[in-house]
């Protein structure tokens, strides 16, 4: 790589094929810090991103994408704060105002300020309307969204980010809904793709519940096995049936719908114990009707997390360092982005498609 040309994935055009192309070499100001990049990976908001037509999202084109980061700090602004030059790190990519009460305690993907910002048109954050790090080198804007990995490989790390993140984040929101000297609590997880299979593993990890896995595919089920669930169901007409007879008769105390689809929704709600937590994570679109009385259980509270905070990607890269989270990855080299691209459009991708500079 040249000194002063380096290479990244760049939309250029609404509703235009992504592009790898040359690009001038980031220079660090401020307390910015360069990162080059050793492992990106692929997420299906990409494709929405790469789908959307004018107007859709509240971005600036042209920027690079990649929100799913793992490198090396190889230079630092003259205020940079964080890990040193040399060290490995993941990119937290939730990028916030920096300064309101949710983004001083980590929470950028809920800042105060969002609504500003999208009308500001400065994007959510790495890859998402600023340059993200589908690229070999990649500016973050400040050191406090580093966060060390030591000697995790690059490929395993990246998908911690956004993948792991996402799922640890959908745990820690319906956690409350037991305590662990509840015998048999039952926790449901619909969808076991890239972020499912991490959350069986999660809720393993860190609970004692019986962790309940519903797909539409049988590999999915043999997956969950072997990521630690319990017990493993297709979705089918009598899931919920099926699923609560498993818990005793009494429901889950909650379900993660990876899908959010009225498919996966519906036998959701249906499993649930009254008091139950019913998270929304996939953007299947599906709907529910929030109404009492109604088809939800009295006491239900359901919610729509969004990623995670900043302190909980430290919790996850660290149980990843203890070797609890094993995250399955598909390797492509940058330059074979567009087929990358597109056999995650099709779903011929197993684990977490992540792209490794060539
Ligand atoms: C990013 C931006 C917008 C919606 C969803 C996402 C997720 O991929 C972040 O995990
Ligand atoms: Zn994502
Ligand atoms: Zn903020």
Redesign the pocket.
């Known amino acids: 790589m040249s000194t002063g040309r380096t290479r990244a994935v760049r939309l250029t055009r609404w509703g235009g094929p992504p592009i790898l192309t040359e690009v001038a070499r980031p220079t660090p100001t401020a307390e910015e810090v360069l990162v080059q990049v050793e492992a990106a990976g692929l997420?299906?908001?990409?494709l929405?991103?790469v789908d959307a037509r004018p107007g859709d999202l509240p971005y600036r084109i042209p920027f690079t994408l990649g929100?799913?980061v793992a490198g090396r700090v190889v230079e630092r602004g003259p205020l940079a704060t964080g890990p040193a030059v040399g060290e490995r790190v993941v990119v937290y990519?939730?990028w916030g105002c920096g300064r309101c009460a949710r983004c001083a305690v980590g929470a950028e993907?809920y800042c105060d300020r969002r609504a500003a910002l999208d009308a500001d048109r400065v994007g959510?954050?790495a890859g998402?309307g600023r340059d993200g790090g589908m690229a070999d080198l990649m500016l973050v804007p400040s050191g406090r969204l580093l966060v060390p990995v030591g000697d995790l490989a690059a490929d395993r790390a990246a998908p911690l980010s956004?993948?792991g993140?996402?799922a640890y984040h959908a745990v820690t929101t319906v956690r409350h809904a037991w305590n662990d000297d509840v015998p048999d609590a039952c926790v449901v997880v619909l969808g076991i793709g890239g972020?499912g299979h991490l959350a069986v593993q999660i809720l393993r990890a860190t609970t004692t519940a019986q962790v309940l896995a519903v797909d539409v595919r049988e590999e999915a089920l043999v997956l969950a096995d072997e990521c630690g669930a319990h017990f493993g169901t297709l979705l089918r007409p009598d899931t919920a049936a099926v699923l609560r007879e498993r818990t005793g008769g009494v429901g889950a105390v909650a379900v993660l719908d990876f899908v959010g689809s009225s498919s996966s929704l519906q036998p959701a709600v249906d499993v649930l114990r009254p008091g139950g937590e019913l998270a929304v994570v996939g953007?299947g679109g599906g709907e529910l009707a929030v109404r009492k009385p109604g088809v939800l259980p009295p006491g239900t509270r359901i919610s729509l997390p969004?990623?995670?905070t900043l302190p909980e990607l430290e919790e996850v890269v660290a149980l990843a360092r203890k070797g609890v989270l094993q995250v399955g990855v598909e390797r492509f080299a940058l330059s074979s982005m567009p087929e990358a691209m597109a056999r995650l459009r099709t779903g011929d991708v197993r684990g977490r498609a992540v792209l490794i500079p060539d």
């Open positions: 997420c299906r908001s990409d929405h991103v929100h799913e990519g939730p993907n959510t954050g998402l956004d993948a993140l996402t972020l953007s969004f990623w995670g």
